[in-house]
């Protein structure tokens, strides 16, 4: 058995407590009376009066008042080389206050007004469970939010009078019945020594590759307590908790091309992570490709059918479906139109976005194997909704998208998938993303039908990408295609090219391009096995809409693409070192 074993053992039965809210069959108390918890009897208490008091003269009444505490502990390591570079714990708790005026016809919310005010307040507040002081922390939150949604509604509705109705426009905020789940609160983080020396000895496998000029080893855990009040009536405490260990590793090849590589596992709890010799394995993985890396060959530029295996394939999905699937409009600007551009699939439903045969479910409560909740899960969304299993594609057809509480003209109901970041307001966005087809075959089928297709199109290798640069782990830079009504992906991290008699090369500098949701639809073929790719939302989405750090998965099985290119670079790489690396002791 593995040092870390015990390590794991004694978080994951902290921490299980906390992930056992994400699971749909997970236990709630309800009926508990808000006076023996004080956090809960001060947001209900301040949010009545503020929604029944507030008021300026000639200024629109508030109808609805949401005050969120969210009571975080947190846990940070980073080590390299062996050596412990950064330990942070911290305990802190952050108050989320949205004030509504108007009417749920029409009220403040979804416009971005000129002087750029936030839709929400957000603020630390003192983490003692205290009464008094969160009450008076929410009494100057929900007063600069009235004020704030004042000034924001007349400006709404001078737009909306400036267009003469000439659209129709869906209400501001849908209906639904008071939600209550009072849930236990997240145990405290054990402080347990046994991280220190798991970062430790990961990190120190990169000792031996001295070529790799960086690489450190990062782990995060977050046991958290949400407790949500409304002046509508729903009352949600609900624990959750997130563990991340992530990998990183750069260095340069001898032509001066930055090349990183990286392995990020995360869980609902830390048993659900991969044992000790697991993560090592992984670690060396990394090192062994990157040092492979910096000899490959620079990619050759070329058009026609990519493989997408392992975790590459729900990475690509992330892009191309996944961040495609909001119900939610988009807030409205000052100066007409919307904040961002529209998703490629919001007036598509009805219509067939990906072969027959594919189905597409978004499960909130959806339980992994061992019964582990997947990260992304939940009980209720960020508005106080239960999260519903969504069903998105059925036979290749996009039967549905994720809402929220904000309607859209064909929406007009929340199925639980209102999701925010800490400062943002909830949008439709994807929880546990299940992406399956009855027509998966075997991986030899699909490298077979790569082939194939490539001699089809006259060529003489095809290309086979297996994972793609994370950002969001990474630190990179997300550098736009400039492809016409294309999406930027990532650069692949292991790229290979395959000749026609099925003998693969690691080749390096590749971007895919032209790639464009539309382009699911002419998939070729599809795996039968589903990966798993966790991730967390990046702070403002492509769409240009903050939604912060929120995390999801998809299960995605290989995917054949019929055809898409592949770039090399064309700007000249930066200089190497100028002196080769020191010896290792």
Known sequence: MSRAVPVAAALGLALSLAAGAVSAGAPAKSGAASSNDPTLAALEDESARAVRELRLPGMPEPYLVTATVLDDDELELRASLGSLVLRRRERSRHLKTEVRVGSRALDSSGFMSDDGAPLVEYERVPFEPGYGPLRRALWLAADRAFKSATARYEAKRALRESEGGAQEQPPSRAEHAPVLSLGERAPALPDDPGWVA????????????????????????????????????????????????????????????????????????????????????????????????????????????????????????????????????????????????????????????????????????????????????????????????????????????????????????????????????????????????????????????????????????????????????????????GASGAVTLPAPVLLYEVDLRGRERLVRGGRVESLSTRDLRRLLAAGRNGTAYSYLASAVARRGVWVGDIPATILAPDLLVADADVRRPTEPPPKPPALPPPPAK
């Open 198 to 481: 798991l970062c430790q000895r990961l990190s120190a496998v990169f000792r031996a590759h001295p070529a790799i000029h960086e690489s450190s080893v990062r782990l995060s855990a977050l046991s958290r307590t949400r407790t949500l009040v409304d002046s509508d009536g729903t009352r949600v405490v609900e624990p959750s908790a997130l563990v991340r260990v992530e990998i990183v590793a750069r260095t340069q090849a001898d032509d001066g091309m930055p090349l990183v590589h990286h392995a990020a596992f995360a869980a609902s709890a830390l048993e659900g992570l991969p044992p000790e010799a697991e993560l090592v394995a992984a670690a060396e993985r990394v090192a062994v490709e990157l040092d492979r890396l910096r000899v490959a060959p620079l990619v050759s530029d070329y058009a026609g059918p990519i493989l997408f295996e392992d975790v590459a394939a729900p990475e690509l999905l992330r892009p191309l479906l996944a961040d495609e699937l909001s119900g939610t409009p988009l807030p409205r600007a000052a100066f007409g139109g919307t904040v961002g551009d529209a998703s490629a699939l919001e007036h598509r439903v009805g219509w067939r976005v990906l072969p027959l045969g594919f189905e597409v479910v978004d499960e909130p409560g959806f339980v992994g194997e061992g019964g582990r909740a997947l990260v992304g899960g939940y009980r209720h969304d960020d508005e106080g909704i239960p999260g519903e299993r969504v069903s998105i594609v059925e036979d290749g057809t996009l039967r549905a998208l994720l809402t929220s509480l904000t309607p859209s003209l064909p929406a007009s109901r929340s199925n639980g998938h209102g999701r925010a970041g800490a400062s943002s307001t909830a949008r439709g966005l994807p929880s546990v993303l299940l992406v399956t087809t009855r027509r998966g075959v075997s991986r030899p089928a699909l490298r077979a039908r790569l082939l194939a297709e490539a001699r089809a199109q006259g060529l003489e290798r095809a290309m086979v990408v297996r994972k793609f640069d994370d950002p969001g782990v990474t630190g990179s830079s997300l550098t736009p295609t």
